[in-house]
């Protein structure tokens, strides 16, 4: 099997998005992502606080690399989020990647984001499809 953090490389050098994001992963693994980013000015929205699209493409981004992790090919196929706290610029915020379940063509995630004082700001919840095609590395 191919170790998954190889697979998360190979996601994340074409993956300008996530870098646009200013993403640093933290810990890569089968069914597990840990990243983290810092929020920006141009992250705001009109209400001075963290646009919901960027704690949104954080955790999809953490669901991604997370159910690839395993070799096989995963795409979403259902995502939703809850934001239980605003954020502002220069807050520090991490992905805590729960696997929920697992077979063979479906998986199902639950990202819990906090911020840099441990407080939760989001709830993530995304399920994948699972394909037959192996990451080739």
């Not at 992250?43 to 963290?50: E, K, P, R």
């Not at 997370?66 to 939703?80: I, L, M, Q, W």
Request: proline share 1%.
């Amino acid at each position: 099997m191919i170790h998954p953090s190889k697979i998360v490389d190979k996601m994340f050098e074409n993956d300008a998005f996530s870098k646009w994001l200013g993403i640093k992963r933290i810990e890569d693994g089968a069914g597990k992502s840990v990243l983290q980013i810092t929020v920006r000015k141009e992250m705001l929205n009109g209400f001075n606080i963290v646009h919901g699209g960027i704690t949104y493409s954080l955790a999809d981004s953490a669901l991604a690399f997370a159910s690839n992790g395993y070799g096989r090919k995963a795409v979403s196929v259902e995502t939703s989020i809850s934001h239980t706290q605003a954020c502002k610029e220069g807050d520090v915020l991490t992905t805590h990647t729960e696997e929920m379940s697992l077979s063979k063509k479906i998986g199902i995630y639950q990202i819990t984001i906090t911020n840099q004082h441990n407080k939760t700001v989001a709830l993530f919840k995304g399920t994948v499809y699972i394909t037959d095609k192996n990451w080739e590395i």
